[in-house]
């Protein structure tokens, strides 16, 4: 072996230790990355809450002298459960004259369609405790309840038509805020046919 020949092999060594077996970067996140990753994920999900206004339907009220507002211990838990509705009287006014009537708290409502109530989005089993996310994502997309195959439609005044022509990605941070929010275990009442 000539001398050039000696210099050289532990020079192509070298050059292929540092090409090929230096630590790959994974496509795997680290911990820190996915917590960062995730804490990010939540706060776009809390700023597009706010920008698609989901608390003016899902968030309770408290009337007070300025009117209505949002009751926050009760925030995004849907239309309590004992809170009446009484629409006696008023099913002509709405399929007669295509009007919807709100309850007090603005979380109930009648229509041509029948009563709705606003849903209870807390990470509670009475809320989206259990969901998964390709169920919110369905839900939103197709507009079912629950994003179960066979489901009943969501029902006005939910924008399910418009809000789901957010990204993938945006209908992610949404779930994945509302799973952050605290749980509030409060079950909606069904809707009702006129």
Same mark, same amino acid.
């Given at each position: ?13 070298? $050059? +292929? ?17 996915? &917590? ?7 706060? *776009? ?5 706010? +920008? ?9 009220? $408290? ?10 211990? *009760?925030?995004?838990?849907?239309? #309590?459960?004992?809170?009446? +509705? ?10 007669? *004259? +295509? ?12 229509? #041509? ?14 809320? $989206?405790? &259990? ?6 994502? %369905?839900? $939103?997309?197709?507009?079912?309840? %629950? ?17 789901? &022509? ?16 605290? #749980? ?11």
């Amino acid at each position: 072996m000539s001398a050039k020949a000696f210099l050289v092999f532990p020079l192509m060594a070298a $050059i +292929f230790w540092l090409s090929n077996c230096q630590q790959q970067p994974s496509d795997k996140p680290t911990t820190a990355q996915a &917590n960062l990753s995730r804490e990010a994920q939540v706060q *776009r999900g809390e700023y597009l809450a706010g +920008f698609a206004m989901c608390d003016d339907c899902h968030t309770p009220k $408290i009337m007070t002298e300025h009117g209505p507002q949002f009751d926050m211990s *009760r925030r995004f838990s849907g239309h #309590p459960a004992g809170e009446p +509705f009484d629409t006696t009287g008023m099913k002509d006014l709405v399929t007669t *004259r +295509f009007v919807a009537v709100f309850s007090s708290g603005l979380t109930a409502y009648l229509g #041509p369609w029948g009563v709705s109530y606003a849903a209870n989005l807390t990470p509670d089993d009475t809320g $989206i405790g &259990n969901w998964t996310e390709a169920q919110f994502i %369905k839900a $939103i997309r197709e507009g079912k309840s %629950k994003g179960m195959d066979g489901a009943r439609p969501l029902l006005p005044p939910m924008p399910w038509e418009v809000v789901r &022509n957010m990204s993938d990605e945006d209908l992610k941070a949404l779930f994945a805020y509302f799973k952050s929010v605290k #749980p509030i275990q409060n079950v909606v009442p069904n809707p009702k046919s006129l």
